[in-house]
């Protein structure tokens, strides 16, 4: 085969590849609409979850009349309650899960201002368990607030052994009475 030859089969082969090309990609297409449609749905699902999770939280609600605290205060059974060992203001672990759900229901409802009450037992002096339901309400406030509460919607009061959630004079009693509870003071 000739120089001449060679250069025209390889010239010839390169103008046929070229005239070929490469295959062209099917590309499947959603529709738009069908997108629009399926975000559409999830927005919808995602506002009717939490439209429901506020009804339930407002339905959790019960007006509570306190001495000395002026407007309305609510009780939710969806705040919890956390408990204390005798003589102690630090959290629990068990009870720093609990204080993570009701930061985690205070963080959705951003209005929502909170009154921490400390409370004792029985025991001890009605100063010294001052003092100690104020450091447990303080203890939680800052826990609270350390997981992301703002801490302008919380206050903090002491009520030590004045306000018992048993009234009995046995441990069972005072293990009840070792508490910091939370009153919702604004919506």
């Not at 939490?50 to 306190?66: I, L, P, Y």
């Not at 205070?106 to 037992?121: A, N, R, T, V």
């Not at 002096?125 to 800052?142: D, F, P, W």
Request: aromatic share 6%; hydrophobic share 35%.
């Amino acid at each position: 085969m000739s120089k001449k030859s060679f250069i025209a089969t390889i010239l010839i082969l390169g103008i046929a590849l070229i005239m070929t090309g490469c295959p062209k990609k099917t590309v499947v297409k959603e529709e738009p609409s069908v997108k629009k449609e399926e975000a559409a749905r999830a927005e919808a699902e995602r506002k009717a979850q939490e439209s429901k999770a506020k009804e339930e939280f407002e339905k959790s609600m019960v007006a509570k009349k306190t001495p000395g605290i002026e407007g309305e205060v609510f009780e939710s059974s969806l705040l919890k309650d956390i408990y204390f060992d005798f003589d102690k203001y630090d959290i629990r672990p068990a009870d720093a899960a609990i204080l993570k759900g009701n930061a985690d229901l205070l963080k959705k409802y951003h209005k929502i201002k909170i009154q921490i009450e400390g409370h004792c037992d029985e025991r001890g002096t009605v100063e010294y368990n001052l003092a100690l339901g104020e450091r447990r309400a303080n203890s939680t406030r800052n826990y609270l607030v350390s997981i992301g509460v703002s801490p302008e919607r919380i206050s903090t009061i002491s009520y030590g052994k004045e306000r018992p959630l048993d009234p009995a004079h046995d441990e069972a009693a005072w293990t009840k009475n070792r508490r910091a509870h939370t009153i919702i003071t604004a919506k």
